[in-house]
């Protein structure tokens, strides 16, 4: 029962670098997600995604992007990375559908960008 | 833009406490709205969902309830324990199946 796995868990890299986050699921769920936390600001949504070949748009989508070429696949990208990027990155899935859809969330990947 | 509010930020209280947590939000064209538990350094569990045509939900000690109308949820928690500390999050679902989240409520149990 792995879930939802987020690799690698935490990450330092320096201003303009670039670096790749990869969430994997092995629920057979259609709809993947990236979000970051920040400090008193909740969750926001990054990118997301309602199936293998297809990403959208999120509230803070500048500065990153994505790709689902495999279904249990959602890669986040940073092309190069600045001081604001720091924050935690959650990765979720779902069945999707505009009924029920409860998320299931990774543990969650610390990236800081000096 | 949908906007979600959560009341306190944080909060500390002794064992055994019955509590209420707090989320307000702005527009209520939702699908539904989830509680969520966040331990220090994890991930997200899904607590309770509320479909929108829905008044409460409830599982073991806790109770979520849920006003579409007037914008607003209450996660009741009975008989608090330690193991209780924890943030939590409030969440609502809208069209896009995306999900807008609150800032969270630290809560502290004490024993």
């Known amino acids: 029962n792995a879930g939802v796995t987020q690799t690698p868990k935490f990450r330092v890299l320096k201003t303009g670098q670039s670096m790749t986050l990869l969430c994997a699921q092995d629920m057979n769920h259609e709809y993947m997600y990236w979000y970051r936390q920040d400090p008193g600001m909740g969750l926001r949504l990054i990118h997301y995604?309602?199936?293998?070949?297809?990403?959208a748009k999120g509230e803070v989508p500048d500065g990153y992007n994505v790709s689902r070429l495999k279904k249990q696949n959602f890669l986040l990208g940073l092309e190069s990375a600045a001081p604001s990027q720091t924050s935690v990155y959650f990765c979720?899935?779902?069945?999707?559908?505009?009924?029920?859809?409860?998320?299931?969330f990774g543990a969650g990947s610390r990236l800081t960008v000096l | 833009k949908q906007e979600v509010t959560q009341i306190p930020a944080a909060l500390s209280v002794p064992e055994g406490e019955n509590l209420v947590l707090n989320c307000s939000f702005t527009?209520?064209?939702?699908?539904?709205l989830q509680w969520f538990r966040q331990d220090p350094g994890k991930g997200l569990t899904s607590l309770l969902l509320?479909?929108?045509?829905?008044r409460e939900q409830t599982s073991g000690r806790l109770n979520a309830s849920l006003d579409k109308s007037s914008g607003r949820s209450t996660l009741y928690i009975a008989a608090s324990q330690p193991g209780d500390s924890a943030t939590y999050l409030c969440?609502?679902?809208?069209?896009?199946?995306?999900?807008?989240f609150g800032a969270g409520t630290i809560l502290r149990v004490k024993s």
């Open positions: 979720a899935s779902s069945y999707g559908g505009k009924g029920a859809n409860v998320l299931t």
């Open positions: 527009d209520s064209a939702i699908y539904n």
């Open positions: 509320i479909q929108s045509s829905q």
């Open positions: 995604s309602v199936g293998e070949g297809t990403t």
């Open positions: 969440a609502v679902k809208e069209d896009g199946n995306k999900l807008v």
